[in-house]
Nanobody, 126 residues
Framework: QVQLVESGGGLVQAGDSLRLSCVASGRPVDSYTMGWFRQTPGKEREFVAGITWNGGRTIYADAVKGRFTISRDNTKSMVYLQMNSLNPEDTAVYYC???????????????????WGQGTQVTVSS
């Protein structure tokens, strides 16, 4: 069993930056793909960014490409999401996720991920 806990969310103004963190515990996760998703009320959970086991490949949703950066530190079982140039459309609950099935690929659909954190709220005011 794996537990994922996100932190770093908050209320910011448009143009500001935030850094989300996700720590994994319970089992080693350094061999598996991890990702960030986000969700707003009434909408499906959407892919934001993903990273392979060693950070060798990263994938981003078009909406965040060039503004967000995903990274990981396997020595600390941590995954990060650096978010720059935030805008109100980025307002959502952000979730960290782990996929047991993938190591060198980054799936962009939520059902390919097996463990999820509880989410952290990001609110961007205009």
């Amino acid at each position: 069993q794996v537990q994922l806990v996100e932190s770093g969310g908050g209320l910011v103004q448009a143009g500001d930056s935030l850094r989300l963190s996700c720590v994994a515990s319970g089992r080693p996760v350094d061999s598996y793909t991890m990702g960030w998703f986000r969700q707003t009320p009434g909408k499906e959970r959407e892919f934001v960014a993903g990273i392979t086991w060693n950070g060798g490949r990263t994938i981003y949703a078009d909406a965040v490409k060039g503004r967000f950066t995903i990274s990981r530190d396997n020595t600390k079982s941590m995954v990060y999401l650096q978010m720059n140039s935030l805008n109100p459309e980025d307002t959502a609950v952000y979730y960290c996720a782990l996929s047991w099935k993938w190591q060198v690929q980054v799936p962009i659909v939520s059902n390919e991920y097996d463990y999820w954190g509880q989410g952290t709220q990001v609110t961007v005011s205009s």
